[in-house]
């Protein structure tokens, strides 16, 4: 059950990003996803944030040892996260935008994980954030956990304001990936061209 490997961590310093998230809380073992929740007009965060750990016992983990502790100077509160029944509908797919652009701060010339307003600093990218040849050849081969352990570095959760909006969200994406390749595949009947599948899918 996805709920029971996802964290939820209330009055986080608000100037902490995702990719802060994922340095601090990382200790604990392997991160699916981080979700910061932010305000949806400012667009700041609002100091809570969803962590989805790959396993149960890494979510339990973080929880015994961070509820009720100083994180940057603020006592955090740790639990996990609520499951409306649709969780597994949050972590099942994922879209990335335009990677010209960062998510953090918006400017050009470099992603979210090496952005400037990250409080702690560059982290290195995960081997499922780039899609050169050497993933593409992983995937074709099958080895798909290493690209679980994911980050969100270029996704936008901005005007995410909770974890039933999340799953909601990614509801439709899922929706929309899904007609999009159905419209291709016939396409491609029809032309008898070319088709190369190079979507994410965690569902594995």
Do not use: M
Not at 33 to 43: G, I, Y
């Amino acid at each position: 059950c996805p709920s029971r490997s996802t964290v939820y961590i209330s009055n986080l310093d608000y100037y902490l990003t995702n990719n802060d998230l994922h340095q601090i809380f990382g200790k604990f073992g392997s991160i699916v996803r981080v979700t910061v929740l932010k305000d949806r007009k400012t667009r700041r965060s609002r100091g809570v944030a969803f962590i989805q750990y790959l396993k149960v016992d890494d979510a339990e983990k973080c929880i015994r040892e961070i509820n009720q502790k100083k994180v940057f100077g603020r006592i955090v509160k740790c639990s996990l996260a609520l499951d409306n029944g649709k969780t597994g509908e949050f972590i099942k797919r994922k879209q990335y935008i335009d990677k010209r652009y960062c998510y953090e701060c918006g400017s050009k010339g470099h992603l979210s994980y090496d952005c400037p307003n990250n409080v702690l600093g560059r982290r290195s990218p995960k081997d499922g954030t780039c899609k050169d040849s050497s993933s593409l050849s992983s995937r074709k081969s099958g080895k798909r956990k290493s690209r679980l352990i994911d980050s969100d570095d270029e996704e936008d959760d901005s005007d995410i304001e909770t974890l039933s909006q999340a799953i909601r969200l990614e509801a439709e994406k899922s929706e929309n990936q899904t007609w999009n390749k159905q419209s291709v595949k016939r396409r491609r009947i029809r032309k008898n061209s070319y088709f190369s599948d190079e979507e994410d899918n965690l569902s594995a």
